[in-house]
């Protein structure tokens, strides 16, 4: 009999893992198997975690013990057992998986571009993230950049829905956009986009030892450490995007900008500083940003082939950029096994490491 290993996380104390073995079980009608070939990890399921309950993501993969939580990953997997005509075996898929070896699901709404997953846990979750898409029938996929699709596509998709919606209302009257964590892959994708805006001064705060990083993107007009924020002037009409999650940043720039038009929380890469009383806050509330809103909008305004449209274009200019081959912005980084995993995930939780890897990653199923 089969197995299956997932890494399961402790829900009050992230850096607490532990592995759990399960005996498949045989499938039911109107299911299949999935082998999770390889995933990324990155700071956004950093966040997933961070936000599991506020936003339940911890739900997607529920474990029997409400201590512990699988945290959502995006990858590529390929159908090993099924008894779905629709969904034959071998076929390959991306989607959003849990950090396992592999899953059962429910495909459901199946079509020529994909299925969902309509297992009766999922039915109240967000549709986006039950979402499987047929690598074959894929505008985005290709064989060759599977590595730079997992790793950067959700974060990408991301990006271009923040820089759309901050468009979308004017940027609300300010021209200085401010963002935190700037060596994160969401917030260089989101400068990207916003580089390419007329008027527009896109300013990046990191640590010290990301600065040259960010500079040689070169789609930040400034790049400043956290403590240069005089650098800026005080009046500045400036939009505040929150890919850190720390308290004690997020209240310095809500004190020192009087002219704050708008504060939206997109992350929390800085893990050891989320929290803190955001009601006090001087200026605007910080907001949550929740990207399916946004996607749900433009679909309805422009319908989902005009929304991939827009998509399609933008996520490959980017990709084109972040693959040149004399200067990339990503290298994509292996790890399979789960003392590599166990180490991978360590080092994305505490935010070490250098910003242009990217982590891949591999469970294999328990021998047999």
Same mark, same amino acid.
Not at 126 to 152: G, I, K, M, S
Not at 238 to 246: K, L, S, W
């Given at each position: &009999?089969?197995?299956?290993?997932?890494?399961?996380?402790?829900?009050?104390?992230?850096?607490?893992?532990?592995?759990?073995?399960?005996?498949?079980?045989?499938?039911?009608?109107?299911?299949? $198997?999935?082998? =999770? /070939?390889?995933?990324?990890? !990155?700071?956004?399921?950093?966040?997933?975690?961070?936000? %599991?309950?506020?936003?339940?993501?911890?739900?997607?993969?529920? !474990?029997?013990?409400? @201590?512990?939580?699988? =945290?959502?990953?995006?990858?590529? @997997?390929?159908?090993?057992?099924?008894?779905?005509?629709?969904? #034959?075996?071998?076929?390959?898929?991306?989607?959003?998986?849990? &950090?396992?070896?592999?899953?059962?699901?429910?495909?459901?709404?199946?079509?020529?571009?994909?299925?969902? /997953?309509?297992?009766?846990?999922?039915?109240?979750?967000?549709?986006?993230?039950?979402?499987?898409?047929?690598?074959?029938?894929?505008?985005?996929?290709?064989?060759? !950049?599977?590595?730079?699709?997992?790793?950067?596509?959700?974060?990408?998709?991301?990006?271009?829905? =923040?820089?759309?919606?901050?468009?979308?209302?004017?940027?609300?009257?300010?021209?200085? &956009?401010?963002?935190?964590?700037?060596?994160?892959?969401?917030?260089?994708?989101?400068?990207?986009?916003?580089?390419?805006?007329?008027?527009? *001064?896109?300013?990046?705060?990191?640590?010290?030892?990301?600065?040259?990083?960010?500079?040689?993107?070169?789609?930040?007009?400034?790049?400043?450490?956290?403590?240069?924020?005089?650098?800026?002037?005080?009046?500045?009409?400036?939009?505040?995007? /929150?890919?850190?999650?720390?308290?004690?940043?997020?209240?310095?720039?809500?004190?020192?900008?009087?002219?704050?038009?708008?504060?939206?929380? =997109?992350?929390? !890469?800085?893990?050891?500083?989320?929290?803190?009383?955001?009601?006090?806050?001087?200026? #605007?509330?910080?907001?949550?940003?929740? @990207?399916?809103?946004?996607?749900?909008?433009? @679909?309805?305004?422009? %319908?989902?082939? %005009?929304?991939?449209?827009?998509?399609?274009?933008?996520?490959?200019?980017?990709?084109?950029?972040?693959?040149?081959?004399?200067?990339?912005?990503?290298?994509? *980084?292996?790890?399979?096994? $789960?003392?590599?995993?166990?180490?991978?995930?360590?080092?994305?939780?505490?935010?070490?490491? /250098?910003?242009?890897?990217?982590? &891949?990653?591999?469970?294999?199923?328990?021998?047999?």
């Amino acid at each position: &009999m089969t197995s299956t290993t997932r890494l399961l996380v402790r829900k009050d104390h992230l850096a607490t893992t532990q592995w759990q073995d399960q005996p498949d079980t045989p499938l039911t009608d109107g299911q299949v $198997r999935l082998t =999770i /070939d390889h995933f990324a990890l !990155t700071s956004n399921n950093i966040t997933y975690a961070a936000f %599991g309950d506020a936003m339940n993501y911890w739900r997607f993969y529920p !474990t029997n013990d409400p @201590a512990w939580g699988v =945290i959502p990953v995006w990858g590529f @997997a390929t159908v090993t057992e099924s008894t779905v005509d629709a969904v #034959p075996v071998g076929e390959r898929v991306y989607g959003y998986f849990p &950090m396992a070896s592999s899953v059962v699901m429910t495909p459901v709404r199946i079509n020529p571009a994909g299925w969902s /997953d309509g297992a009766p846990h999922r039915a109240e979750l967000h549709p986006v993230y039950n979402q499987l898409t047929r690598c074959a029938a894929d505008p985005f996929y290709t064989a060759d !950049t599977e590595d730079v699709q997992a790793l950067l596509r959700p974060l990408f998709i991301t990006s271009w829905l =923040i820089d759309d919606f901050l468009a979308d209302n004017d940027f609300f009257g300010a021209r200085v &956009m401010l963002l935190s964590s700037a060596s994160s892959k969401t917030a260089y994708g989101t400068a990207f986009q916003l580089a390419q805006r007329e008027g527009i *001064e896109v300013i990046g705060l990191t640590s010290p030892g990301n600065v040259a990083f960010c500079e040689g993107l070169g789609c930040y007009s400034r790049v400043l450490t956290y403590d240069q924020l005089d650098a800026v002037a005080a009046d500045a009409p400036c939009v505040y995007i /929150d890919f850190a999650g720390n308290a004690d940043l997020r209240r310095a720039i809500h004190t020192r900008f009087a002219n704050l038009k708008h504060s939206s929380s =997109i992350g929390g !890469t800085h893990v050891e500083n989320l929290g803190g009383n955001s009601k006090d806050l001087p200026g #605007p509330r910080a907001t949550l940003f929740f @990207a399916p809103a946004q996607i749900k909008k433009r @679909a309805t305004e422009w %319908g989902p082939a %005009g929304l991939n449209e827009r998509l399609v274009a933008a996520w490959q200019a980017f990709s084109k950029t972040v693959s040149r081959p004399n200067a990339p912005w990503l290298v994509v *980084e292996p790890h399979s096994g $789960r003392a590599a995993v166990e180490a991978a995930y360590a080092t994305v939780l505490a935010g070490r490491g /250098d910003p242009r890897l990217g982590h &891949m990653l591999q469970i294999p199923a328990p021998a047999n």
